[in-house]
């Protein structure tokens, strides 16, 4: 079996749930301030670990490297409520599943907790594993009682059916169930290996230290995930939308000069888990997540960049996340809304009404008809998820 990542799992859930400390369960790392040490001088700060798994002569999971190599798997962990929603929507097309962590020392839903299933549904991760971290600090009759609450929780979602997992990550209780649910019920998806390559862009860094030389300097460095085809060292590639020069967005060219993943350079980079592509673009475009949120493929083989699209829509009834749970109210002409496509979002000005909306965005995006988007209206001080969409028209 190879060690390459096959699979994108997010974990998502309330704040203190234990997101982290369930990677660290199975990884021994800590995601929120970890950085991965990539060879030939490469390191990329992402929340996420990749883990192997192996099952013994019993034929029982773990992670303690006893047996033989069952899967290669990344996690992709956001900690802090803001950054989470952003990976959610904006990471969705890099997901294959999920796993949802509640506390069982708390009520079920807590705030978050609905708006992230919330995102999951619009984001259309359908294979999900609901854990029940916690299960030390509570009594036998208070965890049944939780376990009730998130039972009630999950009807009617996209998680109705998900197994529920009772663990304690701190303690690293129950782990080998976990694994079960997870190797059952998020399988690999089929990968389209002969398409163009597509990959979105979640990060994007300068690896270069302070005082480097010009001769010695390394190309910028993009993360992100392959969603289809192949990638190769020496490849023409293209960045869309790419950067504003002058007013206008124009789209970068560069070439690869080496490729990460799984934590090892490879010749070629494939779907599944998550990569680290060095290119000979200047370091300074890459610089601080400078290209996240765009997509990357062959020269003249990605998708158009577009400032107008059409958008057929699925409004939430309520507002999920807050106290109160207001009704949403319609979309409105010359509304402004923040939508999310892929890594990538922007503004948009809602310029008609019908069957379908209108937008004319401010900055623009690389996506194509039928992609997904989600849909975010403010209110107070911060974006709020109200809906979903599917692009059905370019023009």
Known sequence: MTEIPEANIGLVGHVDHGKTTLTNALSGKWTDEHSEELKRGITIRLGYADITYYRDSDGN????????????????????????????????????????????????????????????????????????????????????????????????????????????????????????????????????????????????????????KTEDLNGGVIGGSLVKGELEVGDKIEVRPGVRIGGKWKPVKTKVRSILQGGKPVEKGSPGGLLAVETELDPALAKSDGLSGNVLGVEDKLPDTLDEIEVEVELMERLVGSEDEKEIENIKKKEPLMLNVGTGKSAGIVTGLGKTVELNLKAPVCAEEGDRIAISRQIGSRWRLIGHGKIVSTQ
């Open 61 to 212: 999971l773990n992670v303690k490297e006893e047996g033989d190599a069952e899967r290669t798997i990344s996690l992709v962990d956001a900690p802090g409520h803001e950054t989470l929603m952003a990976n959610v929507l904006s990471g969705a097309a890099i997901m294959d599943g999920a796993i949802l962590l509640v506390a069982a020392d708390e009520e079920c839903p807590q705030p978050q907790t609905r708006e992230h299933l919330a995102a999951l549904n619009i984001a259309g991760v359908e294979n999900i594993v609901v854990v029940q971290n916690k299960i030390d600090k509570v009594s036998k009759e208070e965890a049944k009682d939780n376990y009730r609450q998130i039972k009630e929780f999950l009807k009617g979602s996209v998680a109705e059916d998900a197994p529920i997992v009772p663990i304690s990550a701190q303690q690293e209780i129950n782990i080998d169930a976990l694994l079960e649910a997870v190797d059952e019920e998020i399988s690999t998806p089929d990968r389209d290996r002969d398409a163009d390559p597509k990959m979105l862009l979640a990060r994007s860094f300068d690896i270069n230290k302070p005082g480097t």
